[in-house]
């Protein structure tokens, strides 16, 4: 059968590629088609490879006005690949602005929808649940607690655990030693803190000098920003400029493996670092209005994947306009070794694992779809 698949950032491309690998386990024939990046690439072919997300990744209101034309543009080149290959499902990954645009598109076209890793809805912009009744075939879930909320709003869920137990597995079986690490990025032996601002321009700029400051505070640690590679070096070292902070370039789960705590911003990095079992504070700094509107603007009252999975406050969160360094040191002077709090984060991420689901999850959600497929089965079932 023929699949066509579109995830427009980093973490969609890395489950996208497992989740091609789980599809071809039971589809050995199977064709691809995708806008994705080089981990699909490596699965799926190169050749098969319409476009990458470096050229399709907008984030905030200011940036997807100000690029809007290139938006609208790749809306119909996308539309017009996708009727050209003429795929048998269209599998959405994630990145909701552009693929419910896509849901729509492809279902007055008669196609198959399946959409991997559901939008957000139960956070922000609920309305979209109408949208996806309407357009998507199969809805396939990452989170436990989403079972619950779509099952409420008429939309029967499909839940084979979280993606991430699966790519920390795979990247596990080759970390380096601790030596290793250290000696290939030129790192000394003092204990290290992860510093994971974001993989988006706004969120470094907004997150990354602020993190930087605890480092000053706590000097017998090394704190090491986890940077990647399609954001220029120079852009880490200009807003760290002068201050105390080493920096690795796409190794954010081996540099995680030998910390002893992590810095984290809010999104996919809280649960990744939690299910790698390091203790972590999640700091993400906001625009003043983004704090005054907040309590209208959210239906959740964590904003770190780790909290909403538990159902409590397992490791702080630091939303703030203006964060203070000092209350931002004491909260991970406290998850250090030997921290007040250390010990029950560490027993909340064990209980945060078992919930995430066993390895497989690819494979699973991929013979799930294959199934589906070749018995036809109906819309939301």
Sequence with gaps: ??????????????????????????????????????????????????????????????????????????FGECRRDVEAFAPDVLILIDYPGFNMRMARFAHERGLRVFYYIAPKVWAWKEWRVRQLRRYVDRLYTIFPFESGYFRSKGIEPHFEGNPLVDAIARRRRDFPSDVEFRRSHGLD???????????????????????????????????????????????????????????????????????????????TATLETALLGVPEVVVYGVPWIYEKLKPYMLKIPYVSLVNLNLGFEAVREIVQSNPSAAEAEAELRSILVGGSRRAAMLESFDRLRRMMGQEGVSDRVGADMVAALRGGRAKNE
């Design 1 to 74: 059968m023929r699949y066509y698949l579109i995830a427009g950032e980093p973490s969609g491309d890395l489950h996208g590629a497992n989740l091609m690998r789980g599809i071809l386990k039971a589809d050995p024939g199977a064709v691809f088609r995708f806008w994705g990046g080089d981990m699909m690439a490596a699965a799926g072919g190169r050749d098969a490879l319409a476009k990458h997300y470096r050229d399709t990744s907008f984030f905030g209101i200011a940036e997807v006005v100000r690029n809007l034309p290139t938006i609208l543009r790749q």
């Design 189 to 267: 032996r003092r204990p290290i803190v992860a510093l994971l601002a974001g993989s988006r321009r706004s969120e470094i700029r907004a997150n990354l000098r602020f993190m930087a400051e605890i480092a000053r505070r706590i000097p017998d640690r090394q704190f090491v920003v986890a940077g990647v590679s399609w954001i220029d070096r120079a852009e880490y070292e200009r807003i760290t400029e002068g201050m105390p902070v080493a920096a690795v370039c796409d190794a954010t789960y081996e540099l995680l493996s030998i910390s002893e705590a992590a810095v984290v911003t809010s999104g």
